[in-house]
């Protein structure tokens, strides 16, 4: 069988490692327009299945370019990344092909519509892009070097979009890996419990907007290909803004689950294919709810849920994960009877205070074995217990401070969390609204805050929840005693002075706290703020500071004159205000 060459790439190359590489393979859509693509395969003869990504990042900027700190910090922290590949080809959140093509896999990069090489207006996770996705994958199943089966493999957008594609039920789509990807929009990436985070505003200069179509030579160059990275076309700054919609100002435009949003959701009911679902513990803002409803709501019966820590990328790349994905992939893509079909439907790295992890298999998520248990919040002794308070109590807090502490301990015995958390709390406000932001703080006998690597910020707290209070309506037949699920359809004002009765969802977390630590519940006004030195990364806008760039700061969706307020917590009594842990008996 001769060496079939993909018609209209701009030229190719044979490496060293036996990868033939075609550079700028257009693929057209059914619009007319024309996407390009990489794609790198085994240099020999012969059929092989394909990993595909479609994204905004620029298929020709290296990751260490683009990247530079990230890419400094995984280097520096897991030698088994950079160890057998030349990490020529490393790009952002995608597969290493040094590392796949040599497993028999084709790797393809799409540049997506209005990114990279690929002209066009663009619009982020928009139904026009996954419609592209749809028939990027189909074209790749048509090509002779192609066995007809795709599967979809990366990182965060390449994740998010992996759900969307899924529900649309590509012929040839084979199995999808959505490694640390949000599915649901308004709760996940817009507005974390109906407050704006203003991530996207800020993600979109720094990551997307510096690799738009019509750069030129205004842009870098892969110095793989020799290919300016933005297209050959030199467009003015008013062009480029006219071919891009602003998602980060829909955003703010949109600040209910509406349409917008609805575009933008996967239909769960849809995504039928194989799925790993991987998400990390320290992902709070984006990289860690997703992941488990994702798991949670597809319909598919051939479904895995994966979570780990540290860094956002590091174990997509590390031997631990990419062994995970190829086990997945060869016998989904490759029909290997390689006992995958014997893989736990969950495997779990449970986090210890000393930031190290045990894997662990499960066979449900929540754990069948979790017991489900309140702790009351106490207002007069600021308190977390196991007992109701019998007296009633408040506590009233400036949202411009540090607000309200509740303390669990020290414990007697080690004790493991790890599950979904909520809050049910008893509020009052001196104005008609009222942020919340919970965060679960663990300190040692020492009183030293334990905090992680989170995905992205290096000072994670354990766990993090967020609600408006005039977006308290729940859904009620999508809501868990321990995950609230509210419709963010409509605004319910509060009467200042008035108690209402609130559910707060807190995101999933894992960890085993040692005997004589304590567990703190805070209830405050504004974001967490680590009580240290912030740190950076040279593709992120804000300092690290314990939320990382997920942050809630924006003045025209949180006006002073509606969240500089005093808030006041009530307890004990008839209103019970609690806490509710899910606790993991030894085994």
Same mark, same amino acid.
């Given at each position: 069988?001769?060496?079939?060459?993909?018609?209209g790439?701009?030229?190719?190359?044979?490496?060293?490692?036996?990868i033939l590489?075609?550079?700028?393979?257009?693929?057209q859509?059914?619009?007319?327009?024309?996407?390009?693509?990489?794609v790198?395969?085994?240099?020999?003869?012969?059929?092989?299945?394909?990993?595909?990504?479609?994204?905004?990042?620029?298929?020709?900027?290296?990751?260490?370019?683009?990247?530079?700190?990230?890419?400094?910090?995984?280097?520096?922290?897991? #030698?088994?990344?950079?160890?057998?590949?030349t990490?020529?080809?490393?790009?952002?959140?995608?597969?290493?092909?040094?590392?796949?093509?040599?497993?028999?896999y084709?790797?393809?990069?799409?540049?997506?519509r209005g990114?990279?090489r690929?002209?066009?207006?663009m619009d982020l996770?928009s139904?026009?892009?996954?419609?592209?996705?749809?028939?990027?994958?189909?074209w790749?199943?048509?090509q002779?070097?192609c066995?007809?089966?795709?599967g979809?493999d990366?990182?965060?957008?390449?994740a998010?979009?992996?759900?969307?594609?899924a529900?649309?039920?590509?012929?040839?789509?084979?199995?999808?890996?959505?490694?640390?990807? #949000?599915?649901?929009?308004?709760?996940?990436?817009s507005?974390?419990?109906?407050?704006?985070?203003?991530?996207?505003?800020?993600?979109?200069p720094?990551?997307?907007?510096?690799?738009q179509?019509?750069?030129?030579?205004?842009?870098?160059?892969?110095?793989?290909?020799?290919?300016l990275?933005?297209?050959?076309?030199?467009?003015?700054?008013?062009?480029?803004?006219?071919?891009?919609?602003?998602?980060?100002?829909?955003?703010r435009?949109?600040?209910?689950d509406?349409?917008l949003?609805?575009?933008?959701?996967?239909?769960?009911?849809k995504?039928?294919?194989?799925?790993?679902?991987t998400?990390?513990?320290?992902?709070?803002?984006?990289?860690?709810?997703?992941?488990i409803?994702?798991?949670?709501?597809?319909?598919?019966?051939?479904?895995?849920?994966?979570?780990?820590?540290?860094e956002?990328?590091?174990?997509?790349?590390?031997?631990y994960g990419?062994?995970?994905?190829?086990?997945?992939?060869?016998?989904?893509?490759?029909?290997?009877d390689?006992?995958?079909?014997?893989?736990?439907?969950?495997?779990?790295?449970?986090?210890?205070?000393?930031?190290?992890?045990?894997?662990?298999?499960?066979?449900?998520w929540?754990?069948?074995r979790?017991?489900?248990?309140?702790?009351?919040?106490?207002?007069?002794?600021?308190?977390?217990s196991?007992?109701?308070?019998?007296?009633?109590g408040?506590v009233?807090?400036?949202t411009?401070?540090?607000?309200?502490?509740?303390?669990?301990?020290?414990?007697?015995?080690?004790?493991?969390?790890?599950?979904?958390l909520?809050a049910?709390?008893?509020?009052?406000?001196?104005?008609?609204? #009222?942020?919340?932001?919970?965060v679960?703080?663990?300190?040692?006998a020492?009183g030293?805050?334990?905090?992680?690597?989170?995905?992205?910020?290096?000072?994670?707290?354990?766990?993090?929840?967020?609600?408006?209070?005039?977006?308290?309506?729940?859904?009620?037949?999508?809501?868990?005693p321990?995950?609230?699920?509210?419709?963010?359809?409509?605004?319910?004002?509060?009467?200042?002075?008035?108690?209402?009765?609130?559910?707060?969802?807190?995101?999933?977390?894992?960890?085993?706290?040692?005997?004589g630590?304590?567990?703190?519940?805070?209830?405050?006004?504004k974001?967490?703020?680590?009580?240290?030195? #912030?740190?950076h990364?040279?593709?992120?806008?804000?300092?690290?500071?314990?939320?990382?760039?997920?942050?809630?700061?924006?003045?025209?969706?949180?006006?002073?004159?509606?969240f500089?307020?005093?808030?006041?917590?009530?307890t004990?009594?008839?209103?019970?205000?609690?806490l509710?842990?899910?606790?993991?008996?030894?085994a």
């Amino acid at each position: 069988m001769p060496l079939i060459e993909t018609p209209g790439a701009h030229h190719r190359e044979t490496t060293p490692e036996d990868i033939l590489i075609e550079w700028d393979v257009p693929i057209q859509m059914d619009d007319g327009l024309v996407l390009r693509a990489d794609v790198y395969r085994p240099a020999a003869e012969g059929r092989f299945p394909a990993l595909m990504s479609y994204g905004p990042y620029g298929k020709g900027l290296p990751f260490q370019e683009g990247y530079q700190t990230s890419w400094e910090i995984m280097a520096r922290n897991h #030698a088994d990344v950079t160890a057998g590949s030349t990490n020529r080809f490393q790009n952002w959140e995608v597969v290493d092909p040094e590392k796949w093509v040599p497993e028999g896999y084709v790797c393809i990069r799409v540049d997506s519509r209005g990114a990279g090489r690929s002209p066009g207006h663009m619009d982020l996770f928009s139904a026009r892009e996954a419609c592209d996705f749809h028939d990027c994958i189909e074209w790749a199943a048509g090509q002779p070097w192609c066995t007809g089966k795709v599967g979809l493999d990366g990182i965060s957008y390449y994740a998010i979009n992996a759900w969307q594609v899924a529900s649309l039920e590509p012929p040839h789509l084979a199995a999808i890996c959505t490694w640390e990807g #949000a599915s649901d929009f308004y709760r996940e990436m817009s507005h974390h419990g109906g407050i704006l985070s203003t991530f996207v505003a800020n993600w979109i200069p720094m990551q997307v907007n510096t690799v738009q179509y019509g750069l030129g030579e205004k842009g870098p160059r892969d110095p793989n290909s020799g290919l300016l990275v933005c297209g050959d076309e030199t467009l003015s700054d008013e062009e480029r803004a006219a071919n891009m919609t602003n998602l980060g100002d829909q955003f703010r435009e949109h600040p209910l689950d509406d349409e917008l949003y609805a575009e933008r959701a996967p239909n769960f009911d849809k995504i039928s294919v194989p799925v790993l679902s991987t998400g990390n513990w320290g992902g709070q803002g984006l990289h860690l709810r997703g992941n488990i409803e994702g798991y949670l709501r597809s319909a598919s019966s051939r479904k895995w849920l994966e979570m780990h820590g540290l860094e956002h990328w590091s174990h997509f790349y590390t031997d631990y994960g990419r062994e995970l994905q190829l086990r997945f992939f060869d016998h989904f893509l490759k029909d290997e009877d390689n006992g995958w079909d014997q893989q736990p439907p969950v495997q779990l790295n449970i986090r210890h205070v000393d930031s190290t992890f045990v894997v662990r298999h499960e066979q449900s998520w929540p754990l069948e074995r979790t017991e489900w248990t309140r702790f009351y919040l106490d207002a007069d002794s600021g308190s977390l217990s196991g007992d109701r308070p019998a007296s009633a109590g408040s506590v009233s807090y400036e949202t411009t401070g540090d607000g309200a502490s509740f303390i669990l301990g020290p414990l007697p015995e080690q004790t493991e969390i790890t599950g979904p958390l909520a809050a049910k709390l008893f509020v009052e406000s001196s104005t008609a609204d #009222a942020d919340l932001f919970l965060v679960l703080r663990v300190f040692s006998a020492e009183g030293e805050e334990v905090v992680f690597h989170g995905a992205l910020d290096p000072h994670t707290p354990v766990a993090q929840g967020w609600l408006r209070a005039s977006h308290r309506k729940l859904d009620g037949k999508l809501s868990r005693p321990y995950r609230p699920y509210h419709t963010h359809d409509e605004l319910q004002p509060l009467q200042p002075g008035s108690v209402y009765e609130l559910d707060v969802e807190i995101w999933p977390t894992c960890l085993v706290v040692p005997a004589g630590h304590t567990v703190q519940l805070d209830v405050r006004g504004k974001d967490y703020i680590y009580p240290g030195p #912030a740190e950076h990364l040279s593709n992120m806008k804000n300092p690290m500071t314990g939320c990382g760039p997920f942050v809630h700061d924006d003045p025209v969706d949180r006006p002073a004159e509606l969240f500089e307020s005093t808030v006041t917590v009530h307890t004990g009594g008839d209103r019970q205000s609690y806490l509710l842990l899910p606790l993991i008996p030894s085994a």
